[in-house]
């Protein structure tokens, strides 16, 4: 099947450090999104990426559809403790949204 | 608008019993799927359907099954609970399946 692989695992940052993650897979997908889920809720969109090249922003968030739609990364900038949760990169095709196994991301005031 | 709600948030089965677990959306969205989130593992695709009367299989259907009678609702079954069906189930819904999925709160199952 369709697998990402999502690297960090997961993050311990200070507040104000930018974080990066990403997300690669073995297949193209047509489209790459980011999710944000914090505890006992389900995951929020936060962006999504419709073409290859694609840079999209959403306020301190940056986000990359790669050239070889085989990936993507998320950029965070100046951290703040609200931050925290697990982000989630997926690709989807057809119906089929394969999820990243998250980056569990943690901001020391 | 209250977006995607599951029932219940948390339930305990035994071994065998069975359970509906129910999802509901006022958001009028055609696509609705339901997903299991184990530890460290990420989501995977139970169910989904693209429109009442339409349902289809994911990555992971064994030991589950769904319908889809009205738009607004999309209940997941499980017939004979087993303990590899602990987990978080996700309901999600989006208007036309491109991807910004709109994600209910979560049942929490625990089979012992």
């Known amino acids: 099947g369709q697998q990402l692989n999502q690297s960090p695992q997961s993050m311990f940052i200070q507040e104000g450090e930018d974080v990066s993650m990403n997300c690669t897979s073995s297949?193209?997908?047509?489209?790459w999104l980011w999710y944000k889920q914090e505890p006992g809720e389900g995951p929020v969109l936060l962006i999504a990426?419709?073409?290859?090249?694609e840079l999209t922003s959403n306020g301190r968030l940056t986000a990359q559809f790669g050239i070889t739609r085989k990936d993507s990364f998320l950029n965070i900038s100046a951290s703040i403790p609200s931050d925290v949760g697990i982000y989630f990169c997926a690709g989807y095709n057809n119906n089929d949204m394969r999820f990243g196994a998250g980056t569990r991301l943690t901001v020391k005031p | 608008n209250a977006g995607v709600t599951q029932t219940p948030k948390f339930r305990i089965l035994k071994i065998g019993q069975s359970m509906t677990l129910q999802c509901t959306q006022d958001?009028?969205?055609?696509?609705m799927y339901w997903y299991r989130q184990d530890p460290g593992m990420g989501l995977k695709l139970i169910y989904y359907?693209?429109?009442?009367?339409?349902?289809d299989k994911g990555e992971v259907p064994n030991g589950y099954n769904v319908s889809r009678s009205t738009t607004e609702d999309f209940p997941l079954r499980l017939e004979l609970a087993a303990p590899s069906q602990t987990s978080v189930y996700f309901c999600?819904?989006?208007?036309?399946?491109?991807?910004?999925?709109?994600f209910g709160s979560g049942t929490r199952l625990t089979v012992v």
């Open positions: 958001m009028n969205h055609n696509y």
């Open positions: 990426l419709y073409k290859a090249g």
């Open positions: 359907s693209v429109g009442a009367g339409i349902t």
């Open positions: 999600a819904s989006s208007p036309s399946g491109a991807g910004g999925y709109t």
């Open positions: 297949s193209i997908f047509n489209t």
